[in-house]
């Protein structure tokens, strides 16, 4: 007897897992019977089709219809060049056919993007096929556009960071538009949490109402967010964050305003026993789940069923905004939703938090890619100057000569206060003392306070962050204090030397 298993879509659609064709929404379906047309059912092992079909019943419920077509469409291509599993060299004949047929390359990135991510979901659900290293060779392949973390180390004005002046900029202008009505509450509280918690869009419509936890004299409001990335397993790993009172107060008025609406939507009051499993932010399809019953049924089978798509939501919103930047000449301020993220990532990291600390505020399950949400501080300076010292090796031992005991009589000299002399100068150019120290007419002192001279570098490069300015106005100053710290280092090594000369 034939054998029919029922399973449910991310949209609600249901299938028949054994059957030729799914409908996982109304737009898409998954036809089956293209392997046969292509002629895969004889070349292509039935183990490796089985696994893939299991693969693919896990992903058509975690992600949208369009991006499971467009998964299916890629796999069954690489398919082409696979028998018993799918290997390196498989990806790269696939990866080489896309080449050659005049395809962009926003598009080949595109495809690969898609190919990679399902193979990564295979080889975390441990289903048989992928050949020995492939998930380690696909997640190396860099696919263009911006580097990881390009946009945070180099401020970008449109992906980049918020500076302290537009984020306060967008926060006033929160706060105005829901004063005046044309904000929702809804949408006002969804884009503080995200200026608060800088969450993953798709962490913040999994939020529920039971994740806002009340406080009490010796334990803080809190907020339950899901990690995404730290399980396949949907809400299956929690971080928790304290809640500032007001942003708790303001949840709780969403709670019970939305609360009202699906009361009012199913025509009875929410039994206490779901009231904290509703979504924290309702949207459409909780509003026609029609009843308590068919709300728990639903979210039994698919628990993200309900969950609200934040990004389409926000864009609507953003395009809203009239803020502009000096950053772009006074166009329009680029809002997305990872710059939020970007900028609590680098806000941390500016206070000095520790590489722990921001992985577990940003709900990272590693710190590999940490650094693509934070911006560049004086912790990296230190790892900078690791490599400095050896980068500066040929250059010390020139100006291991250049050292002086005592200024050299009539020769000008280099001042770091105005009673503080650092050095003698062969050529007084006025350049100032930043330009001084990689000059190799500069000679120094070797009993000078050079730290005076590094601090001035330091506090000038802070300076010119918290003015909002980046790119060459900061850089330029790198030179300055790795030269300084060089020279200091030279200093400190010429007295042991000068004593065993004795």
């Given at each position: 007897?034939?054998?029919?298993?029922?399973?449910?879509?991310?949209?609600?659609?249901?299938?028949?897992?054994?059957?030729?064709?799914w409908r996982i929404g109304s737009r898409f379906k998954i036809p089956w019977n293209v392997l046969k047309t292509r002629g895969l059912n004889e070349r292509v092992s039935s183990d490796l089709l089985d696994s893939f079909r299991e693969l693919f019943a896990e992903?058509?419920?975690?992600?949208?219809?369009?991006?499971?077509?467009?998964?299916?469409?890629?796999?069954?291509?690489?398919f082409d060049f696979c028998v018993d599993l799918i290997?390196?060299?498989?990806?790269?004949?696939?990866?080489?056919?896309?080449?050659?047929?005049?395809?962009?390359?926003?598009?080949?990135?595109?495809?690969?993007?898609?190919?990679?991510?399902?193979?990564?979901?295979?080889?975390?659900?441990?289903?048989?096929?992928?050949?020995?290293?492939?998930?380690?060779?696909?997640?190396?392949?860099?696919?263009?556009?911006?580097k990881p973390g390009r946009a945070v180390r180099e401020l970008c004005p449109v992906r980049g960071p918020f500076t302290h002046a537009e984020e306060s900029a967008f926060i006033r202008w929160l706060h105005e538009s829901y004063a005046d009505g044309s904000l929702p509450l809804q949408v006002y509280a969804m884009l503080l949490v995200m200026v608060e918690f800088g969450c993953r869009p798709v962490e913040l419509a999994a939020l529920r109402a039971g994740d806002v936890i009340d406080g009490d004299a010796e334990q803080p409001y809190q907020l339950a967010i899901w990690s995404a990335k730290g399980g396949r397993k949907y809400r299956s790993v929690f971080r928790t964050l304290e809640l500032p009172a007001d942003l708790y107060a303001l949840l709780k008025q969403v709670m019970v305003e939305t609360h009202a609406q699906v009361a009012e939507a199913w025509d009875e009051t929410i039994p206490p026993a779901i009231s904290k499993q509703l979504p924290?932010?309702?949207?459409?399809?909780?509003?026609?789940?029609?009843?308590?019953?068919?709300?728990?049924?639903?979210?039994?089978?698919?628990?993200?069923?309900?969950?609200?798509?934040?990004?389409?939501?926000?864009?609507?919103?953003?395009?809203?905004c009239p803020l502009t930047t000096g950053r772009l000449d006074g166009d329009l301020m680029p809002l997305s939703l990872y710059r939020f993220r970007r900028t609590i990532g680098t806000r941390l990291a500016e206070a000095g938090a520790s590489d722990e600390v921001i992985a577990?505020?940003?709900?990272?399950?590693?710190?590999?890619?940490?650094?693509d949400y934070t911006a560049h501080t004086y912790a990296d300076q230190e790892a900078c100057d690791a490599?400095?010292?050896?980068?500066?090796?040929?250059?010390?031992?020139?100006?291991?000569?250049?050292?002086?005991?005592?200024?050299?009589?009539?020769?000008a000299t280099i001042?770091?206060?105005?009673?503080?002399?650092?050095?003698?100068?062969?050529?007084?150019?006025g350049g100032g003392i930043f330009t001084c120290y990689a000059c190799p007419k500069f000679r120094p002192f070797v009993d000078a306070p050079h730290h005076i001279a590094l601090a001035r570098a330091e506090s000038e490069r802070k300076r010119r962050i918290d003015q909002n300015l980046s790119g060459p106005e900061v850089d330029s100053l790198d030179l300055p204090i790795a030269a300084i710290k060089?020279?200091?280092r030279l200093c400190e090594d010429y007295h042991p030397q000068e004593v065993g000369d004795e």
């Open positions: 007897m034939f054998k029919r298993t029922l399973r449910t879509a991310r949209s609600g659609y249901t299938y028949v897992f054994e059957s030729d064709e992903l058509v419920e975690e992600v949208s219809d369009s991006y499971a077509r467009k998964v299916f469409d890629q796999i069954v291509s690489l290997t390196v060299e498989a990806v790269e004949a696939w990866r080489t056919r896309l080449s050659i047929c005049g395809l962009s390359k926003k598009t080949q990135r595109d495809y690969f993007t898609v190919c990679r991510v399902a193979l990564n979901a295979w080889s975390d659900s441990n289903y048989p096929g992928l050949g020995k290293g492939l998930t380690d060779h696909l997640n190396r392949i860099k696919v263009g556009g911006s924290l932010f309702v949207g459409r399809r909780l509003l026609a789940a029609g009843s308590p019953e068919a709300f728990v049924h639903r979210i039994q089978k698919v628990p993200n069923a309900f969950d609200i798509t934040v990004s389409d939501q926000m864009r609507t919103w953003f395009r809203k577990t505020v940003l709900g990272h399950s590693s710190m590999v890619s940490l650094r490599i400095m010292v050896a980068a500066w090796d040929p250059v010390i031992n020139i100006m291991k000569d250049r050292l002086l005991d005592a200024p050299i009589p009539g020769q001042h770091v206060t105005r009673h503080e002399q650092v050095g003698n100068c062969g050529q007084l150019c060089a020279t200091m």
